[in-house]
T-cell receptor, first 117, second 117 residues
Framework: AQKITQTQPGMFVQEKEAVTLDCTYDTSDQSYGLFWYKQPSSGEMIFLIYQGSYDEQNATEGRYSLNFQKARKSANLVISASQLGDSAMYFCAMRVGLNFGNEKLTFGTGTRLTIIP | ETGVTQTPRHLVMGMTNKKSLKCEQHLGHNAMYWYKQSAKKPLELMFVYNFKEQTENNSVPSRFSPECPNSSHLFLHLHTLQPEDSALYLC????????????????FGPGTRLTVL
């Protein structure tokens, strides 16, 4: 069975500071993908960043980077220079397998990030 | 319209009503998903459709009935729901390759906030 653990239910961060959101995962599969999504109060899940299990480099997308430590099974999201608009719920998710029919995403319980002006 | 759209955005219904949720994707994807998001619980996958064929039914009660007439549209028909079915229902879509390369990132709609009285 696959499992995603996000141990920080809530975080408060000063504007313009960097923030790290923790995510650990558990799977016995060798091929998997890790995702981060942002969910503002409006409800939409917004895709932020993806890391494949065979990717050697950490993924980066603008102010977002994924600190992938495979041996520790962690995939932390780092947001540099936080902005007020970053206040939202953040979900870590994992897709196991790379074969047709194994598209299931397993989500963590999320972290509510609040940016303080 | 762009991305993934969902209607209605909000729905209040009695336990004896019949209603339908609609999802439409404008991304050229061929896989569509229904998720349920309840308060303080991880996102739960309900149904998966690949190329209009249902490939996943995650032990969902029969009072939820999905329909996928084509790769761009997905419906969730609701009847005789219970108050515990109140939740945010999210639709997502992704690209799937028939040759077994797995799916691409899932993109979500804004969700339908359902309240069952």
């Amino acid at each position: 069975a696959q499992k995603i653990t996000q141990t920080q239910p809530g975080m408060f961060v000063q504007e313009k500071e960097a923030v790290t959101l923790d995510c650990t995962y558990d799977t016995s599969d060798q091929s998997y993908g890790l995702f981060w999504y942002k969910q503002p109060s409006s409800g939409e899940m917004i895709f932020l960043i993806y890391q494949g299990s065979y990717d050697e480099q950490n993924a980066t997308e603008g102010r977002y980077s994924l600190n992938f430590q495979k041996a520790r099974k962690s995939a932390n999201l780092v947001i540099s220079a936080s902005q007020l608009g970053d206040s939202a719920m953040y979900f870590c998710a994992m897709r196991v397998g790379l074969n047709f029919g194994n598209e299931k995403l397993t989500f963590g319980t999320g972290t509510r990030l609040t940016i303080i002006p | 319209e762009t991305g993934v759209t969902q209607t209605p955005r909000h729905l209040v219904m009695g336990m004896t009503n019949k209603k339908s949720l609609k999802c439409e994707q404008h991304l050229g994807h061929n896989a569509m998903y229904w998720y349920k998001q309840s308060a303080k619980k991880p996102l739960e996958l309900m149904f998966v459709y690949n190329f209009k064929e249902q490939t996943e039914n995650n032990s969902v009660p029969s009072r939820f009935s999905p329909e996928c007439p084509n790769s761009s549209h997905l419906f969730l028909h609701l009847h005789t729901l219970q108050p515990e079915d109140s939740a945010l229902y999210l639709c997502a879509s992704s690209m799937t390759w028939r040759e077994g390369r797995g799916t691409d990132t899932q993109y979500f709609g804004p969700g339908t906030r359902l309240t069952v009285l």
